[in-house]
């Protein structure tokens, strides 16, 4: 256990945001190399060179960022036959590695994870604290920056980072299944991906190879 002395030295360092948790976060996002070079993290841009150079696909062809998808289904709200519009419920998550966010947990008391603010529907907004790639619902009637919650990620020190939001989904559905409506059985498609970037730059997959849950 640590001593009084140890303790007041710890809320010392807090208060001067010298504590773990803070270096970590100054250091990532403004810090120096171990060569003393300074550090700006552009969370507009992503290091595209290194995926470029260090990850293949399993036909040798080289791919993008890779960029896994989930999304839990909590209730459909509303269908609008009419209109041809779904809103649901959901919570809206995104998994992608970072390498410039990766550190030593020995270097900063043990700690293994931390957070960043993502604001403004995320990709290029003017409060995020990272870069964060630009998935939209191609299909949509309302885009994800206006339906989803702004939250924060979570990043481990491997470089992963976990973007989980709730909020709504409201695609323009093509709906099949209308020929004995409201008997039969609807379905809508959901299309999602990069605006900016192809299969090169940005690779949309499934988590656990489904991509989706229930509850």
Known sequence: DETPAEIDSIILNAKRGMDASARLRHDLLWGLTPDGDNVFYDRRSYPLEYVWHNRTATNGKRRGVPVEMNINFHRVFDVDVVNSVMDLVVWFRLVWVDPRLAWDPVEYGGLNETWFWIGDGGAGGETSEIWTPDVELWNL?????????????????????????????????????????????????????????NGKYLWMEKVNGVGYTIG
């Not at 920056?145 to 020190?157: I, Q």
């Not at 709906?175 to 991906?193: A, N, Q």
């Open 141 to 197: 009637e309302t885009g994800l920056k206006g339906s989803l919650e702004d939250t924060y990620a979570r990043v481990s020190s491997d470089g992963f980072v976990w973007w989980g939001r709730p909020g709504r989904l409201r695609p323009m559905c093509k709906f099949r299944g209308l020929s004995y409506f409201p008997f039969d059985k609807l379905t809508c498609t959901m299309e999602f991906g990069s605006w900016m970037h």
